[in-house]
């Protein structure tokens, strides 16, 4: 049941619908198809990193 994750608060990846979950000592994004009943991990990233730094990053 990934919808039950909350989406991340900051923008633009709020409005991309990007949830995060942490897990041990690290935090995963990811977005949710629901046509295709999917789950697609779009990060996993160190908690200690700057997160948004490397959310960005990701855009590339």
Do not use: C
């Not at 949830?19 to 046509?35: A, E, G, Q, R, S």
């Amino acid at each position: 049941m990934p919808k039950r994750v909350a989406l991340i608060s900051e923008e633009p990846w709020h409005s991309h619908g990007i949830h995060k979950m942490p897990v041990k000592n690290f935090n995963i994004y990811f977005t949710v198809n629901d046509k295709l009943k999917e789950v697609i991990i779009i990060a996993v990233i160190y908690g200690k990193r700057d997160q948004l730094e490397q959310l960005k990053l990701t855009e590339s």
